[in-house]
């Protein structure tokens, strides 16, 4: 069979061995900076709010490109010049935000910002102080892990469940660009700005990608199972490894 048969192509993708990812599936995690714990007594008193409304109203995430600066290496035994690699280079993570009514998100990142650097007054914190992790999950619908409860009725059922198949972890993240609100009298819409993040570095990887592909059979999980063992994936991986609806 010819190497580029649409045939091939169509088995990759309806067999789900080379499914595309979908762009509307994923999910952010910002973990509180010391900043923000030790003055937003609000925030420290509901963690779960915070980062339920973090999650939900991320409208949209870029992750950052990543490339290698290469060095020209030229003698004149060797022949032609040629690069070789030198250091890398990231460009800076992008998150776009929906704003809810008692405009949480705004306040959130205006604090953060301004206790890195106050606006009052000539100095900066301590980077320890400013800086958190944040986490990008990519989900995927239909995996091989099934969800069995019971309903309201009585009745038992099972559900497919979601899983992520890729994170990016962020180290030493801070916003450092936030852009600004837009209103207008025209036709009402949902008001956004998008948010700039530096970081020290990231990580990516497929955490459970080898474990449960295409091909894996179904497996089941309750209320009274755990889920890493029984779905096969090490415990040290549930901050990746997750499933839901």
Same mark, same amino acid.
């Given at each position: 069979?010819?190497?580029?048969?649409?045939?091939?192509?169509?088995?990759?993708?309806?067999?789900?061995?080379?499914?595309?990812? #979908?762009?509307?599936?994923?999910?952010?995690?910002?973990?509180?900076?010391?900043?923000?714990?030790?003055?937003?007594?609000?925030?420290?008193?509901?963690?779960?709010?915070?980062?339920?409304?973090?999650?939900?109203?991320?409208?949209?995430?870029?992750?950052?490109?990543?490339?290698?600066?290469?060095?020209?290496?030229?003698?004149?035994?060797?022949?032609?010049?040629?690069?070789?690699? #030198?250091?890398?280079?990231?460009?800076?993570?992008?998150?776009?935000?929906?704003?809810?009514?008692?405009?949480?998100?705004?306040?959130?990142?205006?604090?953060?910002?301004?206790?890195?650097?106050?606006?009052?007054?000539?100095?900066?914190?301590?980077?320890?102080?400013?800086?958190?992790?944040?986490?990008?999950?990519? !989900?995927?619908?239909?995996?091989?892990?099934?969800?069995?409860?019971?309903?309201?009725?009585?009745?038992?059922?099972?559900?497919?469940?979601?899983?992520?198949?890729?994170?990016?972890?962020?180290?030493?993240? !801070?916003?450092?660009?936030?852009?600004?609100?837009?209103?207008?009298?025209?036709?009402?819409?949902?008001?956004?700005?998008?948010?700039?993040?530096?970081?020290?570095?990231? #990580?990516?990887?497929?955490?459970?990608?080898?474990?449960?592909?295409?091909?894996?059979?179904?497996?089941?999980?309750?209320?009274?199972?755990?889920?890493?063992?029984?779905?096969?994936?090490?415990?040290?991986?549930?901050?990746?490894?997750?499933?839901?609806?």
């Amino acid at each position: 069979m010819s190497m580029n048969s649409f045939a091939t192509f169509r088995e990759l993708v309806t067999s789900g061995q080379r499914e595309p990812a #979908r762009s509307n599936l994923f999910g952010v995690k910002i973990y509180l900076p010391p900043c923000i714990l030790a003055n937003e007594a609000a925030i420290k008193r509901d963690q779960r709010d915070a980062a339920i409304a973090v999650n939900f109203f991320a409208e949209s995430v870029s992750v950052p490109a990543r490339r290698i600066q290469g060095e020209q290496v030229r003698a004149g035994w060797q022949g032609a010049a040629y690069n070789v690699a #030198r250091e890398q280079q990231n460009g800076q993570m992008d998150i776009s935000f929906m704003v809810d009514k008692k405009l949480f998100h705004r306040k959130f990142l205006e604090q953060w910002m301004n206790y890195a650097v106050p606006d009052q007054e000539n100095r900066a914190s301590l980077y320890d102080e400013y800086t958190t992790n944040i986490v990008i999950q990519k !989900w995927e619908i239909a995996s091989p892990v099934n969800w069995q409860g019971i309903a309201e009725n009585g009745k038992q059922f099972t559900q497919r469940l979601n899983m992520v198949t890729g994170v990016w972890q962020f180290f030493g993240a !801070w916003p450092v660009d936030m852009g600004g609100l837009s209103f207008n009298n025209g036709p009402t819409n949902i008001v956004k700005f998008s948010t700039k993040f530096n970081f020290e570095r990231y #990580r990516f990887d497929t955490v459970g990608a080898e474990e449960l592909n295409y091909n894996t059979p179904d497996k089941f999980i309750n209320s009274a199972t755990n889920d890493m063992n029984v779905v096969g994936l090490s415990t040290n991986q549930q901050e990746a490894a997750q499933f839901g609806v």
